[in-house]
């Protein structure tokens, strides 16, 4: 959002696109934005759109991280320790990535290592 203010005020001064990425370039390093994309940003002002924001994106919204499904991932554990992701998946009625997702990101749980041990068998000489 910074560098798309940047780009809308060298564009406001009459600066090229070029310009404005090799001074974009000197000030960000390689986290500057491309030249392609300050082109792009320097079309849309010349069209008329001065909003600096991004457009609303048709697209599935994000359902799955609601706080009331991180809610119910944190409870089904705690009633069966044996749920795998994909009997919860079924449960909750949510993707497998968003189950997994809330797990690791959400509520930071990880797999635990479970070491089975062989029983030590005696040689019949001892």
């Known amino acids: 959002m910074e560098q ?12 090229t696109a070029t310009e404005t990425h090799e ?3 000197k000030v960000y390093g390689v986290d500057a934005v491309s030249k392609k994309c300050v082109f792009e940003w320097f079309k849309r002002f010349r069209d008329g759109k001065e909003d600096v924001k991004d457009e609303p994106r048709s697209g ?3 359902t799955s991280t609601t706080p009331d499904d991180i809610e119910r991932v944190r409870r089904l554990p705690a009633d069966d320790r044996r749920l795998s992701l994909r009997m919860m998946t079924e449960e909750l009625k949510i993707s ?30 001892v």
């Open 4 to 15: 798309r203010v940047n780009i809308k005020f060298c564009f406001k001064l009459g600066k």
């Open 60 to 62: 599935r919204p994000p």
């Open 23 to 25: 001074m974009l370039f």
């Open 96 to 125: 497998l990535d968003s189950v997994s997702n809330i797990i690791h990101e959400q509520l930071q749980k990880r797999k635990k290592n479970v070491y089975a041990f062989p029983t030590l068998r005696r040689s019949s000489n």
